[in-house]
């Protein structure tokens, strides 16, 4: 089966810093939850200086100094299920912490 015209998230990671482990599970999270969907995630080293930035396609979705940190994975699920299929629930995620 292709993958072509999915879409596919972009991890890119300080390697200074010693982040690839953390893009690593972030991958295997989004590939385990929207199996099927996308088409791939990649992990790009990048240089110095702190970076880590998620993309979907070329949509900026995620950077750490302007979020604030890392997302958890709650919100890193939210916002490429908004991307890719606003439609679809993410079972207990998509639940309120409160019920």
């Given amino acids: 089966m292709t993958q072509a015209g999915k879409p596919v998230v ?3 990671y300080c390697t200074g810093c010693n982040w690839l482990l953390r893009a ?3 991958a295997q999270e989004l590939l385990q939850t929207f199996q099927g969907t996308l088409g791939g995630v990649t992990l790009v080293p990048g240089e110095m200086g702190g970076i880590f930035e998620i993309h979907v396609d070329k949509e900026l979705i995620w950077e750490r100094k302007r979020d604030g940190g890392f997302p ?3 919100e890193l699920k939210t916002r490429v299920r908004d991307r890719i299929d606003p439609g679809r629930d993410l079972g207990h995620l998509d639940r309120s912490a409160d019920g």
């Fill in 24 to 26: 690593g599970w972030m």
């Fill in 10 to 12: 972009t991890i890119t």
């Fill in 72 to 74: 958890d994975v709650r």
